[in-house]
């Protein structure tokens, strides 16, 4: 469900023309519909609302701070996966007590700025960080809350590269290890056990793995409370998947149901975790067509957008749906869809069938709001394009498109080679 549609054979965005904001801005450029992201988040949130739950917006999928801002105003919290975000988190109006801190990698000067900002808690990935946040803690003169992330190794059956919760992961504490860590946490004289985490990897379609770590974190927080450790929190981690192509993930309402039949009655928080399912089909990127061409095997179709720009095609070979911005019926081709990039993974589409392109035409490629800008490099010294957000009839640039002079900030020609 999106607001992104063709009315009489012209896509728009809510109720602006894309064509005219390709027109203002240029083109490649992000675009994000207001409407579909609070509906999105709204729907997701509504359907837990029968237990004392808290929505934490994974922000590494889009942390645009008109976006974080915007789920915020929503009574959202946030995830986050750095100091970086935790910045931007902040920036963005934040209630640092709806904060969850996770990743495996923390730094001591990104816990120590999460404990003085007064996040609600943070998502522990192994005994020696358990050890290293207790010494910043001891610092600080505060007392760090903290989940330790359980793998509860289970096969979440999507790609290789997103799924984080079986054994062969880096992610988390295996279960087994679990009740060991729990018990060195507590003993920890500035730790405060408060909560059990997993997240079981990213684009899940089925709501049976999420249901099988559920059971298996019931069992582990039943022994917990039974060696008299408090678990007020059960933090489920993200992981819902959307519509790309053909795909059929559960809507929030029957996912929320099927975890609500587990968590009932069970006396904890529930934090969420998701990413992905509120943004992705929020956003899109529109690109103008640059060249044709042919060989005796293949057809191109050259674009302004690139991999650095949209890297998940080339990165999980994922499948994004490339619609005319203009459509109208013209003969079909099948071609790869490409960017100007000297790579041979430089494709944002491939073998796909697609209306014949004239040059200087608007593609939109859909389901690019989630992890689409914010894995976006300036490989190729390309500067980042704009990020535009419609509400209604408005247009509001929410990133100005880079400058070369940003690409060379921060960069310096030592003396010595100046005056060689
Ligand atoms: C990436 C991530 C999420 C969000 O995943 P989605 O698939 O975008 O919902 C949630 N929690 C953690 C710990 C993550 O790393």
Redesign the pocket.
């Known amino acids: 469900m999106h607001y992104f549609e063709y009315k009489k054979g012209e896509l728009y965005c809510e109720r602006v023309p894309i064509r005219r904001i390709a027109q203002e801005v240029g083109t490649p450029f992000y675009l994000y519909s207001y409407r579909t992201l609070v509906r999105h988040f709204k729907v997701f949130d509504e359907a837990f609302e029968k237990v004392p739950h808290l929505v934490c917006y ?1 922000m ?2 889009n942390s645009n701070l008109a976006i974080l801002r915007l789920f915020v105003t929503l009574g959202a919290g946030m ?1 986050i ?1 750095s100091g970086g975000e935790l910045y931007r988190a902040l920036k963005a109006g934040a209630d640092p007590q709806k904060i969850v801190f ?2 495996v990698g923390k730094r001591t000067d990104e816990m120590e700025d999460a404990l003085k900002s007064g996040i609600l808690m943070f ?1 522990v990935e192994s005994s020696m960080e358990l050890q290293t946040l207790n010494e910043v803690a001891g610092r600080l003169g505060i007392k760090a809350p903290i989940s330790i ?1 359980v793998n509860p190794d289970i096969d979440a059956k999507t790609h290789p590269y ?1 799924t ?1 919760g079986m054994k062969q992961n880096k ?1 988390g504490i295996d279960i087994l290890r679990a009740p060991k860590a729990y018990r060195l946490a507590s003993e920890l004289p500035n730790l405060e056990v408060v909560g059990i985490d997993c ?1 079981l ?4 379609v089925d709501v049976e793995p999420f249901v099988e770590a559920l059971k298996k974190l019931k069992a582990l927080v039943e022994d917990l409370r039974k060696e008299g450790m408090e678990i007020h929190y059960l933090d489920l ?5 959307i519509t790309y192509n053909d795909e059929e993930p559960p809507h929030p309402y029957e996912y929320a149901s099927n975890v609500l039949d587990e968590i009932q009655r069970f006396n904890c928080t529930l934090i969420l ?6 943004v ?1 089909n929020a956003g899109i990127l529109v690109t103008q067509v640059l060249y044709t061409k042919e060989n005796e095997e293949k057809r191109f179709v050259i674009v302004d957008a690139a991999m650095n720009d949209l890297v998940r095609p080339s990165y999980y070979g994922s499948f994004h749906q490339i619609l005319p911005v203009q459509m109208d019926t013209r003969e079909e081709i099948v071609a790869d869809v490409v960017g100007p990039i000297c790579e041979s993974a430089d494709f944002l589409a491939k073998g796909r069938k697609i209306p014949k392109p004239n040059p200087g035409e608007l593609f939109a490629v859909m389901s690019a709001g ?2 689409g800008f914010s894995m976006s490099t300036n490989y190729n010294s390309r500067p980042r394009v704009a990020e535009v957000m419609v509400r209604d009839d408005e247009i509001h640039v929410i990133r100005q498109r880079e400058d070369y002079e940003d690409l060379v900030r921060g960069e310096s020609i030592p003396d010595f080679l100046i005056h060689p």
């Open positions: 994974s590494k999928a995830d996966v996770s990743g998502n992330r997103i984080t992610f997240h990897g990213s684009q899940l981690g993200g992981g819902l998947g975790e998701p990413g992905r399912v509120i992705g989630a992890y």
